[in-house]
């Protein structure tokens, strides 16, 4: 028998998200003002956080929040946004609360559960989606049943939720959570217990157990019957038993058959999108060759050195090259896979786009509008069409404008009618992509869907270059130019485009051309 199709939210393949970094985007006006209830201010004083506009730091606290984010909401709608990915929100000891302690509480300095609740209302009263971080392969070592273990030792009835050293289990010494500068080793070690890269403060989850899977898949239960619309999981790669993820996906999708599940997986992993654990990848490949081309050669590769991954997959691609590594993406998944894939060109763990491409403006819009036109599941870093700048971690995570006019509001134009575009034709969100030509720094791609077709045409170069390309049959009639914002874009000539012939296009430096059938 042929193996059953494999299923992706329907609702993902239109979808447009805005990543946001919780304590980075907004503190509302209902947790600074005065004479606020504790369960809303979690008892904090304003004047302890950060100046939101210094410099991000490791460790310290801008005090966003849940509430600001929905009071913001009519904003993201108005730039196109239809999805958001939160960062995780559980609370925890760190800013970006990736040190769980309770994963069946949002942090109060993000407003406690009563903020999730309006943030989830209100957006899915404007039909925006809201998917979490889910962060399963490890917590902070404030975890409740960690902080068990830590003062009882073998005598805890949860040692078996963690990899405990031998030793701890035989009771010959406790644990270590708090060595001296530069004291554990990878994995087991004077710790007593085995941590996420050797981080003390990281103590990894032992899935195989049978009562920390059973409460790990009753908090993704939990925050789905909750009202999210999905999960993002952080590292799942590195939850070594084979079963845990397929159990996970069966059981979410038995909550919400819809349910949208992406692993944070940097490399092209296509046994992972089988069907049987995730609906997409965050897209890093994509991201990565759209920079690479959108660029015209000029990265900042100092920052690019400075970053793991970016320093082996982050390189200058001229049109060929882009039109390879995109036809290869492009067929390395299930169709149903690609049409859901996160596609994004930065994120809380790498540099800001625009301090990628040198603050070059101009070729950010490109990288943007080829992310907004290709197949797959956008996602806009927050501040990106902003134009905010950052180098890596901490400083990609800067707050964003209290008053977003501040930023630049011609990109942010830009990008919201590329956005409407691609909600207007559905070319531009569903179905394949072909390319067409590629020579110099000169693309041409064509879109197709139900029926509807379009062709892009872009010269991500400094020059004015030309391409030249043949229109596939049938006869192309009643064709139209997208206009956008703060682009002089070419113009193609409707009598040119009837039948399957060769056009030679003149293209400015750093433009694109869409052309859409009627």
Same mark, same amino acid.
């Given at each position: 028998?042929?193996?059953?199709?494999?299923?992706?939210?329907?609702?993902?393949?239109?979808?447009?998200?805005?990543?946001?970094?919780?304590?980075?985007?907004?503190?509302?006006?209902?947790?600074?003002?005065?004479?606020?209830?504790?369960?809303?201010?979690?008892?904090?004083?304003?004047?302890?956080?950060?100046?939101?506009?210094?410099?991000?730091?490791?460790?310290?606290?801008?005090?966003?929040?849940?509430?600001?984010?929905?009071?913001?909401?009519?904003?993201?709608?108005?730039?196109?946004?239809?999805?958001?990915?939160?960062?995780?929100?559980?609370?925890?000891?760190?800013?970006?609360?990736?040190?769980?302690?309770?994963?069946?509480?949002?942090?109060?300095?993000?407003?406690?559960?009563?903020?999730?609740?309006?943030?989830?209302?209100?957006?899915?009263?404007?039909?925006?989606?809201?998917?979490?971080?889910?962060?399963?392969?490890?917590?902070?070592?404030?975890?409740?049943?960690?902080?068990?273990?830590?003062?009882?030792?073998?005598?805890?009835?949860?040692?078996?939720?963690?990899?405990?050293?031998?030793?701890?289990?035989?009771?010959?010494?406790?644990?270590?959570?708090?060595?001296?500068?530069?004291?554990?080793?990878?994995?087991?070690?004077?710790?007593?217990?085995?941590?996420?890269?050797?981080?003390?403060?990281?103590?990894?989850?032992?899935?195989?157990?049978?009562?920390?899977?059973?409460?790990?898949?009753?908090?993704?239960?939990?925050?789905?019957?909750?009202?999210?619309?999905?999960?993002?999981?952080?590292?799942?790669?590195?939850?070594?038993?084979?079963?845990?993820?397929?159990?996970?996906?069966?059981?979410?999708?038995?909550?919400?058959?819809?349910?949208?599940?992406?692993?944070?997986?940097?490399?092209?992993?296509?046994?992972?999108?089988?069907?049987?654990?995730?609906?997409?990848?965050?897209?890093?490949?994509?991201?990565?060759?759209?920079?690479?081309?959108?660029?015209?050669?000029?990265?900042?590769?100092?920052?690019?050195?400075?970053?793991?991954?970016?320093?082996?997959?982050?390189?200058?691609?001229?049109?060929?090259?882009?039109?390879?590594?995109?036809?290869?993406?492009?067929?390395?998944?299930?169709?149903?896979?690609?049409?859901?894939?996160?596609?994004?060109?930065?994120?809380?763990?790498?540099?800001?786009?625009?301090?990628?491409?040198?603050? #070059?403006?101009? @070729? %950010?819009?490109?990288?943007?509008? $080829?992310? *907004?036109? &290709? !197949?797959?599941?956008?996602?806009?870093?927050?501040?990106?069409?902003?134009?905010?700048?950052?180098?890596?971690?901490?400083?990609?995570?800067?707050?964003?404008?209290?008053?977003?006019?501040?930023?630049?509001?011609?990109?942010?134009?830009?990008?919201?009618?590329?956005?409407?575009?691609?909600?207007?034709?559905?070319?531009?969100?569903?179905?394949?992509?072909?390319?067409?030509?590629?020579?110099?720094?000169?693309?041409?791609?064509?879109?197709?869907?139900?029926?509807?077709?379009?062709?892009?045409?872009?010269?991500?170069?400094?020059?004015?270059?030309?391409?030249?390309?043949?229109?596939?049959?049938?006869?192309?009639?009643?064709?139209?130019?997208?206009?956008?914002?703060?682009?002089?874009?070419?113009?193609? #000539?409707?009598? @040119? %485009?009837?039948?399957?012939?060769? $056009?030679? *296009?003149? &293209? !400015?430096?750093?433009?694109?051309?869409?052309?859409?059938?009627?």
């Amino acid at each position: 028998m042929p193996p059953d199709p494999i299923d992706t939210p329907e609702w993902a393949r239109d979808a447009v998200f805005y990543q946001i970094f919780a304590d980075r985007f907004a503190r509302s006006a209902t947790m600074e003002r005065a004479g606020k209830t504790p369960e809303r201010s979690a008892g904090v004083d304003p004047a302890t956080f950060e100046d939101w506009d210094a410099p991000p730091t490791q460790h310290g606290f801008k005090g966003g929040d849940l509430y600001g984010i929905a009071e913001r909401l009519p904003e993201l709608a108005e730039l196109g946004i239809n999805a958001l990915y939160l960062t995780p929100i559980f609370a925890s000891a760190s800013n970006h609360r990736y040190h769980a302690f309770d994963y069946m509480a949002v942090d109060p300095l993000l407003g406690g559960d009563a903020a999730l609740r309006e943030l989830l209302d209100k957006a899915h009263a404007r039909g925006i989606r809201v998917i979490l971080d889910g962060v399963f392969n490890h917590a902070g070592r404030g975890f409740w049943p960690f902080h068990h273990v830590v003062e009882n030792g073998a005598q805890s009835p949860y040692r078996d939720w963690f990899l405990l050293d031998p030793e701890v289990l035989t009771g010959e010494r406790g644990l270590n959570p708090y060595p001296d500068r530069g004291g554990p080793t990878l994995h087991l070690g004077p710790l007593g217990y085995r941590a996420w890269w050797g981080m003390p403060a990281l103590p990894k989850l032992n899935v195989a157990d049978r009562g920390m899977r059973g409460y790990i898949m009753g908090v993704a239960e939990h925050w789905l019957r909750f009202g999210i619309d999905g999960w993002r999981l952080d590292v799942p790669a590195e939850i070594e038993d084979p079963t845990f993820w397929p159990e996970f996906r069966q059981r979410c999708r038995a909550i919400d058959p819809q349910a949208y599940l992406v692993g944070e997986i940097w490399d092209e992993a296509p046994e992972w999108l089988l069907g049987d654990r995730f609906d997409a990848l965050m897209n890093y490949p994509l991201g990565v060759a759209i920079i690479g081309f959108a660029s015209a050669g000029r990265l900042d590769t100092a920052v690019i050195e400075q970053h793991g991954t970016y320093r082996r997959t982050l390189g200058p691609l001229d049109a060929r090259g882009f039109a390879r590594r995109l036809e290869h993406l492009m067929n390395l998944y299930d169709p149903a896979i690609t049409a859901v894939q996160f596609n994004l060109l930065g994120s809380h763990d790498a540099p800001r786009l625009l301090t990628l491409l040198r603050r #070059d403006r101009a @070729a %950010a819009r490109v990288a943007m509008l $080829l992310q *907004l036109i &290709l !197949p797959g599941a956008p996602c806009i870093y927050y501040g990106d069409e902003l134009a905010m700048e950052g180098g890596n971690d901490p400083d990609c995570r800067r707050a964003y404008p209290v008053d977003p006019s501040t930023g630049d509001t011609e990109l942010r134009s830009f990008v919201a009618a590329a956005i409407a575009a691609r909600k207007a034709n559905v070319a531009l969100r569903r179905g394949t992509v072909r390319v067409l030509a590629a020579e110099g720094h000169c693309l041409a791609l064509l879109r197709e869907a139900d029926g509807a077709r379009a062709l892009v045409m872009v010269n991500a170069g400094t020059t004015s270059e030309s391409i030249t390309f043949e229109l596939p049959a049938p006869s192309w009639r009643r064709i139209t130019a997208l206009d956008l914002p703060g682009w002089d874009a070419p113009s193609i #000539d409707p009598q @040119a %485009a009837e039948g399957r012939r060769r $056009l030679t *296009l003149a &293209l !400015p430096a750093q433009r694109a051309l869409i052309v859409l059938e009627d």
